[in-house]
C-alpha cells in the first residue's frame, strides 16, 4: 500500500513541479513580451522624431531658400532703379 501512495506522492510531485515549471515561463514570456512591446514602441517614437526632423529641415531649407530668393528680387530692383534714374538724368541732361 505505501508503494502506491509513494507512486501517487511522486506522480504528484512531477506535476507540481511541471506546472511551476509551465508558470513560470509564462511569466517570463510575459516580460519579455512586455520589453518587446517597450523596444517597439520605443523605435516607433524615434522613427517618429526622425521624421520631424527630416520635417523640420526642409522647412528650414526652404525658409532659407526663400530668404535668399528675396534678398536677391530686393538687389535686381535696386540695379533696375539706379540704372533707371541714372539714364533719366543722363539723358535728360543731354
Do not use: P
Not at 535696386?78 to 543722363?90: E, G, K, Y
Amino acid at each position: 500500500m505505501t508503494s502506491k501512495d509513494e507512486i501517487s506522492r511522486d506522480r504528484t510531485a512531477i506535476r507540481c513541479a511541471r506546472a511551476t515549471m509551465l508558470l513560470y515561463s509564462l511569466a517570463s514570456s510575459r516580460t519579455t513580451d512586455t520589453a518587446g512591446e517597450k523596444e517597439g514602441q520605443t523605435r516607433r517614437e524615434i522613427e517618429d522624431l526622425k521624421r520631424k526632423l527630416a520635417m523640420e529641415k526642409k522647412k528650414m531649407n526652404q525658409i532659407k531658400l526663400c530668404g535668399l530668393m528675396e534678398l536677391l528680387l530686393l538687389v535686381v530692383l535696386v540695379l533696375l532703379l539706379s540704372t533707371f534714374f541714372l539714364v533719366l538724368f543722363l539723358g535728360s541732361t543731354s
